[in-house]
């Protein structure tokens, strides 16, 4: 059984970083879009960023681009979202999502494996 293990949310201050690391066991990333979405309270679960594991290509949301960067680590068969420049309007739930899917897609229902999520609060 596949499963996705998020880490690294926390309560930072606004303009400040953190790095969130999602690892996968049961299941390796090598064909997958991996993405990072996130929920704030009362809202839909939004798009944040995705890699396309076998080319490293990402693709972000354009309320994050320019702050957010993803990567990946074959070795450890991990994905990072490294958060920069923190907002208030950030603070969410951030899950980490994969699948086998053709192409880079943005909508949350088109990935079959999803982690329990990481709380992110940016205090201003």
């Known amino acids: 059984q596949a499963q996705l293990v998020e880490s690294g949310g926390g309560l930072v201050q606004a303009g400040g970083s953190l790095r969130l690391s999602c690892a996968a066991s049961?299941?390796?990333?090598?064909?997958?879009?991996v993405g990072w979405f996130r929920q704030a309270p009362g809202k839909e679960r939004e798009f944040v960023a995705a890699?396309?594991?076998?080319?490293?290509?990402?693709y972000y949301a354009d309320c994050v681009k320019g702050r957010f960067t993803m990567s990946r680590d074959n070795a450890k068969n991990t994905v990072y979202l490294q958060m920069a420049s923190l907002k208030s309007e950030d603070t969410a739930v951030y899950y980490c999502?994969?699948?086998?899917?053709?192409?880079?897609?943005?909508?949350?229902?088109?990935?079959?494996?999803w982690g329990q999520g990481t709380q992110v609060t940016v205090s201003s």
């Open positions: 890699i396309v594991w076998l080319s490293g290509t990402t």
């Open positions: 049961g299941r390796t990333f090598s064909r997958d879009v």
């Open positions: 999502a994969a699948g086998r899917l053709p192409l880079l897609v943005v909508t949350p229902t088109a990935y079959d494996y």
